[in-house]
C-alpha cells in the first residue's frame, strides 16, 4: 500500500532535522543530519554549565554520569537489558575493547572469525590487537556467505558487522549468535549500520559483545561518542585492556594499581566529550519517541520504491544490495562502472549519497527525514545523471580525501 504524505507516521520526525534546501539526503548512513534542536542543545551545555559552573559541571550537571545513561537510552534501540551500554571514544577503540575483552573470556581458543565484507576498521583493529598480545592468534577472514559454515570449535570469537558497509547484506544475528554458542564461541556484532536503521534485539539473540558508532544513522553528529554493550553475563569477568582511570572502581581514589568498575562502568576510559553528548542527547529526544518496527515497515517501502524506481529507469545500474528487504539494512547500492564519477555529478544535482570503492553508488534510505517524493525525486535525478551520461566531465574524475 502506498501511503501519502499526510499519512506518513514519520511526517513529524522529518519536521525534527534541518535539512537544506534543494537537497536529497541520502547519506544518513554515513553521517546523519542536524537535529533542529541540537545547536541550542550544544550551546546551552557550553553556556550554562561549562561557562557558570566550571569544573563542578561534574557533579552539578551530572557529565560523569551521562555516557551510562546515554547508553540506555540508545540501548532501547537496540534490544540491550538497561544497565549495559556505555558510550564513549569511538568505534574503532570499541572493536578494540570488545575483541580484548571476548578473547580474555576464551583463553584456550586462538581463531577470531569474520568476514571479507567487514568494514577495514575493524579487522584493522583486530590485527594491531593480536599483534600486540603475540599469543598465536588467528584472524580468519572467510566472504559472507560462509561464515555459518566456519564457525567450529576452533573459533573464540566470532566478530561480525551485521549489516555490510559496501552492500547492506545483512547477516543473521540470531542463528549465528546460536551457532557460535553452539561450538563454544563468543560473538561481538558491529551495530554501525544496524543502530537506528533496522531492529536489532541484542538481549534476545544472545549476544556476547555488540559495539557501534551514533553518528550515522541516529545522527549524533560528526565524531559522535561510540557505545559498547556487553552482556549480563559476561560483565562481572570482563577484563578491561583499555584499563583507563574513569572504568576504575574508584577513580577519585587515585590507586597505584587497576580494579575494574562495577558492571559496565569498566567498559569506561577516559574523559567522556560532553559537548558531543549533548548533541547526541538532542538526537535522541528524536529516537525516544520512535518506533523501531514502525520505522522498519517504512524502510522496506522506501527503500524497495527506490530499487524498483532505479532499476526501471536505469538499466545501467545493477543492484549490488539483496532484493528482499529482510535480507537489507538501510542503504541500497547500486554498482556502475563510473561509480565515483556518476555520485559527484549526483551530489551537484542535489541528490547526496556516497562512493564506496570499487564501483559502488550507496544510497542511505532513512525514513526518519524522508518521505516519498524524495525517493521519486532522487531516482528522476539519479536517472538523468547515468543516462545522460551528466558525470562524464572532468571535474567529476577528481578523487576528494572523503569518498
Ligand atoms: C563507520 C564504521 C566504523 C567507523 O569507526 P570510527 O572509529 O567511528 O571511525 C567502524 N566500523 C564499521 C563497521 C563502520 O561502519
Redesign the pocket.
Known amino acids: 500500500m502506498m501511503q501519502g504524505f499526510d499519512t506518513d507516521p514519520f511526517a513529524h520526525t522529518r519536521e525534527m532535522f534541518h535539512l537544506p534546501q534543494q537537497v536529497i539526503y541520502l547519506d544518513g548512513n ?1 553521517l546523519g543530519p542536524l537535529p533542529r534542536n541540537a545547536p541550542s542543545a550544544i550551546s546551552r551545555v557550553a553556556r550554562d554549565e561549562w561557562g557558570e559552573m566550571l569544573i563542578t559541571g561534574w557533579n552539578k550537571a551530572s557529565w560523569m554520569a551521562q555516557p551510562g545513561e546515554v547508553g540506555d537510552r540508545v540501548g532501547r534501540l537496540i534490544g540491550a537489558q538497561p544497565g549495559h551500554v556505555m558510550m564513549g ?7 578494540y575493547q570488545a575483541l580484548a575483552a571476548a578473547l580474555d573470556l576464551c583463553p584456550d581458543r586462538k581463531v577470531i572469525l569474520s568476514d571479507t565484507g ?5 579487522l584493522y583493529m583486530a590485527e594491531g590487537l593480536l599483534r600486540s598480545m603475540g599469543q598465536g592468534h588467528e584472524l580468519r577472514l572467510v566472504a559472507p556467505e560462509d561464515v555459518e559454515g566456519a564457525i567450529t570449535d576452533e573459533v573464540a570469537v566470532l566478530m561480525l ?1 551485521e549489516v555490510d ?1 559496501r552492500t547492506a547484506r545483512r547477516h543473521d544475528m540470531a542463528t549465528l549468535t546460536a551457532k557460535a554458542h553452539a561450538n563454544g564461541a563468543l560473538t561481538i556484532w ?1 551495530l ?2 544496524s543502530a537506528g536503521a533496522i531492529p536489532v534485539d541484542l538481549a534476545d539473540c544472545g549476544a556476547d559483545f555488540a ?3 551514533t ?2 544513522y541516529l545522527n549524533g553528529g560528526p ?1 559522535a561518542p ?1 557505545f559498547i554493550y556487553v552482556a549480563p553475563q559476561h560483565v562481572g569477568a570482563t577484563s578491561p585492556a583499555l584499563s583507563g582511570w574513569l572504568g576504575h572502581e574508584a577513580p577519585f581514589a587515585f590507586e597505584r594499581s587497576y580494579r575494574p568498575g562495577t558492571g559496565i562502568e569498566r567498559m569506561r576510559v577516559g574523559t567522556p566529550p560532553v559537548l558531543a553528548m549533548a548533541a547526541l542527547e538532542a538526537a535522541l529526544d528524536i529516537w525516544d519517541d520512535v518506533d523501531m518496527i514502525q520505522l522498519d515497515r517504512a524502510r522496506v517501502r522506501l527503500s524497495d520504491m527506490f530499487i524498483d524506481g532505479l532499476e526501471a529507469a536505469c538499466p545501467a545500474l545493477t543492484l549490488a544490495s539483496p532484493r528482499k528487504a529482510y535480507a537489507r539494512g538501510s542503504h541500497v547500492s547500486f554498482q556502475f562502472e563510473q561509480a565515483y564519477a556518476a555520485m559527484q555529478a549526483c551530489i551537484a544535482q542535489g541528490v547526496i549519497g556516497d562512493f564506496r570503492a570499487p564501483d559502488n553508488m550507496r544510497f542511505g534510505i532513512t525514513p526518519l527525514y524522508l518521505n516519498d517524493g524524495d525517493v521519486e525525486d532522487a531516482v528522476e535525478i539519479i536517472a538523468r545523471v547515468v543516462n545522460q551520461r551528466l558525470w562524464d566531465a572532468p571535474e567529476y574524475q577528481i578523487r576528494a580525501k572523503v569518498t
Open positions: 554515513s571514544d569511538t568505534l574503532s577503540i570499541k572493536v567487514n568494514f577495514p576498521t575493524d558487522t558497509y558491529d554501525a549500520h559495539v557501534g558508532c553518528y550515522k565524531g561510540a
